[in-house]
């Protein structure tokens, strides 16, 4: 697999380059080994970031034994790089590619980390109301995978990530840690989606998109599309801290219903990853949907600005515990924002250093990007 990834950013040098994130805990259990490193390719379709599009992530084996995701994540970079910077993605976004985020994991064929750590429940969102049976390490973000997993985010600020996995045949959309229908609190699908997803019918509408082109693939069965807690709560996982930390979308797809292709077909296999790599093409291209624009001081870029949305007028809304959700992002290196919303009118705001901008009106698009929005913070 590091032989792969490495051969890639040989193979396109001016589109790709290949970054250590970390590693996976030592055996003494004290510092990382080194052998084991946590490898991202880079993908961009300029010798440099371009901080005015956006950027997504695609992230495999978490579960060490659900190697398909490592496949699909190479296969898949491999088919962006070819088709070069005019490419459908690179043409419009940046893409880092980790296709094993849990290296002791897929060495060993475990689900966990060296240290019986699910990473998948490791995540500093709703860790502690998580089961210790689970597996989920002594403190949120207790592990050195987790920990350099969340660093590159925090430093890439992602619009869109996509963790893939396997032993399922489903895309989960946010949250995972609380449900549409079975939380103690008895919400209606309205109340659910005004409290704590905002962008909501965003995922569903691509939820639906991506189950409409994998379908029914000869074997498995058929694709669905879940809201992750309506499927089975998870606490601690990557995608809610994604989402409920930075704003970015993030979305679990499961793959296959195994976790490898050795009892399989080869052309089984080829046909599933064929589906797949369709759909998340697609789904990445998403990352571009939503109110986007610059957030500026005097005309000066403002990095790191908390740019919240609310829908435009606002609606009635209740507030029962857990705290509501508010749709956000944080503005990059050249003070570009992206958050992901569905259609309709917004109100933006954004602050920085204790200064909080006057409202602007965004007009969210259904079928395309929309235009950006100036936010501009004190005089």
């Not at 030592?26 to 961009?44: N, Q």
């Not at 704003?247 to 292709?261: I, K, Q, S």
């Not at 009118?345 to 409202?359: D, F, Y």
């Amino acid at each position: 697999m590091y032989g792969t990834l490495r051969a890639l950013a040989a193979e396109y040098p001016s589109l790709a380059s290949v970054a250590t994130l970390g590693c996976a805990a030592s055996e003494a259990g004290a510092g990382g080994d080194a052998s084991l490193p946590i490898l991202a390719l880079e993908l961009r379709g300029s010798s440099a970031r371009d901080y005015s599009k956006p950027i997504a992530e695609l992230v495999g084996a978490m579960h060490g034994d659900e190697q398909i995701g490592a496949e699909l994540a190479l296969d898949l970079a491999s088919k962006i790089l070819a088709a070069g910077a005019g490419g459908t993605i690179l043409a419009s976004m940046d893409l880092t590619v980790v296709p094993v985020s849990n290296p002791w994991g897929y060495e060993n064929d475990s689900r966990y980390n060296r240290d019986t750590v699910d990473l998948n429940r490791n995540f500093d969102w709703a860790w502690t109301y998580g089961d210790a049976d689970t597996c989920k390490g002594s403190s949120a973000m207790s592990e050195l995978e987790s920990k350099a997993i969340a660093a590159d985010a925090k430093a890439k600020l992602y619009d869109l990530a996509i963790t893939m996995h396997s032993g399922a045949f489903c895309i989960s959309l946010p949250w995972d840690y609380i449900a549409t229908s079975s939380t103690e609190y008895d919400y209606s699908d309205a109340q659910y989606l005004n409290l704590y997803s905002p962008a909501q019918a965003l995922f569903d509408e691509q939820g639906a998109a991506y189950a409409s082109l994998v379908g029914t693939v000869q074997g498995p069965g058929s694709f669905s599309s879940t809201q992750g807690g309506d499927w089975y709560i998870v606490c601690g996982s990557y995608a809610d801290w994604l989402y409920g930390t930075l704003g970015c979308p993030g979305y679990t797809v499961e793959l296959a219903p195994y976790y490898n292709w050795d009892s399989q077909p080869a052309s089984l296999g080829a046909e599933v990853l064929a589906a797949h790599e369709k759909a998340m093409l697609g789904l990445l291209a998403s990352a571009r949907l939503g109110a986007r624009g610059r957030v500026t001081r005097s005309l000066a870029a403002v990095s790191l600005a908390l740019v919240k949305a609310a829908p435009s007028p606002a609606g009635k809304s209740v507030n029962p515990p857990p705290e509501p959700y508010t749709a956000c992002a944080y503005s990059n290196q050249d003070g570009y924002y992206y958050i992901p919303l569905p259609e309709g009118s917004w109100s933006l705001t954004a602050s920085s250093g204790g200064v909080e901008s006057a409202a602007a009106a965004a007009t969210v698009l259904a079928d395309g990007p929309s235009a950006p929005v100036g936010i501009s913070i004190g005089p």
